[in-house]
């Protein structure tokens, strides 16, 4: 009986470690020194594999600005190439400018990434809302390659491409300071106070005839499978 118990604890202690997400590999960004001008460029690939055991691919000579953090934010929030952010923005920029899966999962794996790099949750979901809000979205994915085992990409870069199917970052709309003050105020006091599909709600609340906020996620077909 003891023995029975010790591995049933052993079984879920081991599937839970199993599910944690988690990077993989080095970020080295080139030229040294490039966080200063605020362009970098990603050496070799990188890869994050979320809870789901989902596989997030960024390809070496990717560029990167850091995180898409707005000047008017990064007094509260923080610099684009703070170390707690840097990973989870490479693998979300990527995934931004190579619409392979639906916005609504691009953006939540940036969340998980910073979960994961240790960035507290009242500070990832604020940053959360503000590519909810902000940030680009698309409904109809470009084909997709097969990048290993749960993980598809594209070599294609769609970040210039905007209309009817998709629209690019904007951080420019006047309520969009004070609507991610008032979330990050929210959860400094309570981290719990908000969770992750409330702060969509609050986005489709601001913007109720945001066509984008009325589409379900899009889906298509590729060579490994369907992604919804």
């Known amino acids: 009986m003891i023995f029975r ?31 200063t001008i605020g362009q970098c460029v990603l050496k070799t690939p990188f890869r994050f594999t979320d809870s789901e055991k989902v596989v997030w691919e960024a390809r070496a000579e990717l560029p990167t600005d850091g995180a898409s953090i707005p000047g008017i934010f990064q007094p509260f929030i923080g610099k684009p190439f703070d170390p707690a952010f840097i990973k989870a923005a490479v693998i979300h920029d990527h995934y931004c400018d190579r619409q392979v899966r639906p916005w609504r999962q691009t953006h939540k794996v940036f969340y998980d990434g910073l979960i994961d790099q240790g960035v507290p949750v009242a500070k990832a979901k604020t940053m959360y809302f503000a590519v909810i809000l902000g940030g680009p979205k698309w409904i109809k994915l470009i084909p997709s390659k097969n990048c290993g085992p749960n993980c598809v990409n594209n070599f294609k870069s769609t970040s210039g491409v905007s209309g009817v199917y998709a629209r690019k970052a904007d951080y420019s ?10 979330v990050a105020q929210a959860l400094e006091a309570s981290p719990t106070a908000l969770s992750l599909a409330e702060l969509e709600a609050r986005a489709r609340k601001l913007r109720p005839s945001d066509f984008f906020y009325k589409r379900g996620d899009s889906a298509e077909a590729s060579d490994i499978g369907i992604f919804e």
């Open 5 to 35: 118990l010790v591995s049933v604890i052993f079984a879920v202690l081991f599937t839970t470690s199993n599910a944690r997400a988690q990077f993989e590999g080095t970020l080295d960004l080139i030229p040294p020194g490039c966080e």
């Open 173 to 182: 709309a006047p309520d969009l300071v004070a609507a991610v003050q008032a």
